[in-house]
C-alpha cells in the first residue's frame, strides 16, 4: 500500500504497510538513517523526529498515523548542518559515542522553540531521552549555547 508521507519539506509516497513503524520507513524505505533504533520501547529517544513540530518517538508511531503531517529528521533539521544546537553540540564536543546524539538535538529543538531560554529544569523536562555514556551536563551545556544562554560546560 502507498504511504504518502511529507518528510523534511518534501513528498513522499512508500511502499509499506501502514502499520510499519515510521522509523523502519525512514530508515529501511527512505534511506534516511540519521533517525536510530535504541529501544523499540519508544523510551529512549534515539528515534526521536518531529511531527508537526513536535518530538515524537518514531519507533512504535504507524507510518499510517503521520499522513499529512509534517515529519521532520535530524537530515532536516538544517540543510548545511549549521542549527545553533549543532553547532553548539560540536563546539562542546557532547558525543561520547554519539548513538543517541540525533534524537537528543531533535528533542532539544523541540524544546528551544516551545521555550526559547529553558531553564534547568525545562530542559530537564523536555528532555527526557536517554545517553548511556552520559555527557548529560555537556548536552545541557549546549541547550544553554544554542539558545543564547552560555553556561560552562
Given at each position: ?24 520507513v525512514l530508515r529501511d524505505h527512505l534511506g534516511m538513517t540519521g533517525t536510530k ?29 503521520v499522513q499529512g503531517m509534517e515529519i521532520t529528521t535530524i537530515e532536516g533539521l ?54 548511556r555514556c552520559g555527557t548529560y551536563p555537556r548536552i545541557r551545556a549546549a541547550i ?10
Amino acid at each position: 500500500m502507498g504511504l504518502k508521507l511529507r518528510i523534511n519539506g518534501q513528498a513522499h509516497e512508500v511502499e509499506a504497510d501502514p502499520a510499519t513503524p515510521l522509523l523502519w520507513v525512514l530508515r529501511d524505505h527512505l534511506g534516511m538513517t540519521g533517525t536510530k533504533f535504541g529501544c523499540g520501547a519508544a523510551q529512549c529517544g534515539a528515534c526521536t523526529v518531529h511531527v508537526d513540530g513536535v518530538a515524537t518517538r518514531s519507533c512504535l508511531l504507524p507510518a499510517q498515523a503521520v499522513q499529512g503531517m509534517e515529519i521532520t529528521t535530524i537530515e532536516g533539521l538544517s540543510p548545511d548542518g549549521r542549527h545553533p544546537l549543532q553547532t553548539a553540540w560540536v563546539e562542546l564536543n557532547v558525543p561520547q559515542c554519539g548513538y543517541c546524539q540525533a534524537g537528543m538535538i531533535m528533542a532539544a529543538a523541540a524544546l528551544l522553540k516551545a521555550k526559547p531560554k529553558p531553564t534547568d529544569a525545562d530542559i530537564s523536562a523536555g528532555v527526557d531521552n536517554l545517553c548511556r555514556c552520559g555527557t548529560y551536563p555537556r548536552i545541557r551545556a549546549a541547550i544553554h549555547r544554542a539558545a543564547g544562554q552560555a553556561k560552562p560546560a
